[in-house]
Each structure stands twice: as C-alpha cells, then as structure tokens.
T-cell receptor
Framework: GQSLEQPSEVTAVEGAIVQINCTYQ??????LSWYQQHDGGAPTFLSYNALDGLEETGRFSSFLSRSDSYGYLLLQELQMKDSASYFC?????????????FGRGTSLIVHP | DGGITQSPKYLFRKEGQNVTLSCEQNLNHDAMYWYRQDPGQGLRLIYYSQIVNDFQKGDIAEGYSVSREKKESFPLTVTSAQKNPTAFYLC????????????????FGPGTRLTVL
C-alpha cells in the first residue's frame, strides 16, 4: 500500500518562510504533487516533482529526494491568503495502474 | 470556460436512500476520480476511471457505485450500504491515466457536501 506523513499544523507570520515536509511509502513511485485547499473549497494544484531536486514556481517551491522518500513544499513571503490546508500526494503502482494517494494535509495558519 | 462541475453543492439524504452525485468535465480528460474528505482528513480515493466504460475501485469503494458511459461524465451513487456517508465528495479529472508525468495533474470540481439525516 501507500502512505504519506505530513505535519498536521504549521503556524508562521506574514512575510516569513515556511517549509511543509512530506515523507512517503509507496510501490512503483512515479511523482509527488502538492495541492492547496482553502476552507470549504476544492484542492488546486501547486507543483509536481518526478525527479530529485527543487522546482520553483513564484513564491512556492517544491523539493524531492527519491532516495529518502521525502519531499517538501517551501512557501516564501507568506501572505494572509496562504492560510489553507496543503496536501502532498504520490502516484504509486497498485494493481497494474498508477493511482494517487493523498496525505492527511497540513493546516497552515499565517498570523499578521 | 473549461472545467469540472459537480451538483448539487449540498445534498441531504434520509437513511436507507440511494443518492447520485453528478460530475461533468469539458476538459477532454481521459481519467476521472472520486474522493471522499472527512473533517480534518485527507482525500480518500473511492473509484477512478482511466477510460470510458472502465473503472476501478479505490481504497474505500464499499457502499459506492459509479458508471463511465461518456468521457465527460462520471456519476457516483452513494448506496444505503454505505454506513457513514456524511462527508464532502470531490470529483477530479486528469489528462492521462496516471504515471505519465505532468499530465497527472488533477483538476477538482467544487465538491458536494452530503449530509445524512
């Protein structure tokens, strides 16, 4: 089976930098994705890593180390609107197909 | 505008009733997914479909059923056999069937909040 671990909550102040970690166990790993979800809303895609290293998209960056089964999402210049839940998700092999498995999510609270 | 629509936004069901949640996409995506989200929890996969007329069980398929007769539609039926159906249900789609790289990006609908009375 597949499983992911991420912290349940992280708090930070506006303008700061925060890192949300994700460790995973999966068979046939293909890629690690990150999604953002505001309260009551739908998850929206943030980033995807299939290879080791850092991917940067504006204020958000995502890192992957396949040898450590570990990744993180880095949010810079935090804004109040970044307060949301962040989910990591892996694509892993199950029954001959690649299927996604999501972590339980990290609630990010940004204070003024 | 391309996207995924789900209806209704809120749904109330009496115990013992079956209900069907609608999911439609006009993104021309091959793959579609149904997830269940409980408060403070992640998304758990109920069913997925990689191509028309084919679908597979996810991690928590018991008490649910789906069909994929058209590429753009993937309705989910919550049956009376589902013991605890009150939850937020999310439908998603992706270009490819998974394991293909950037085409794995999932696009989510706005969700249906189901409450059993």
């Amino acid at each position: 089976g597949q499983s992911l671990e991420q912290p349940s909550e992280v708090t930070a102040v506006e303008g700061a930098i925060v890192q949300i970690n994700c460790t995973y166990q999966t068979s046939g790993f293909y890629g690690l994705s990150w999604y953002q979800q505001h309260d009551g809303g739908a998850p929206t895609f943030l980033s995807y890593n299939a290879l080791d290293g850092l991917e940067e998209t504006g204020r958000f960056s995502s890192f992957l180390s396949r040898s450590d089964s570990y990744g993180y999402l880095l949010l810079q210049e935090l804004q109040m609107k970044d307060s949301a839940s962040y989910f990591c998700a892996v694509w892993g092999l199950s029954g001959g197909s690649y299927i996604p498995t999501f972590g339980r999510g990290t609630s990010l609270i940004v204070h003024p | 505008d391309g996207g995924i629509t789900q209806s209704p936004k809120y749904l109330f069901r009496k115990e013992g009733q079956n209900v069907t949640l609608s999911c439609e996409q006009n993104l021309n995506h091959d793959a579609m997914y149904w997830y269940r989200q409980d408060p403070g929890q992640g998304l758990r996969l109920i069913y997925y479909s990689q191509i028309v007329n084919d679908f597979q069980k996810g991690d928590i398929a018991e008490g649910y059923s789906v069909s994929r007769e058209k590429k753009e539609s993937f309705p989910l039926t919550v049956t009376s056999a589902q013991k605890n159906p009150t939850a937020f249900y999310l439908c998603a789609s992706s270009i490819g069937p998974g394991g293909a790289g950037d085409t794995d990006t999932q696009y989510f609908g706005p969700g249906t909040r189901l409450t059993v009375l």
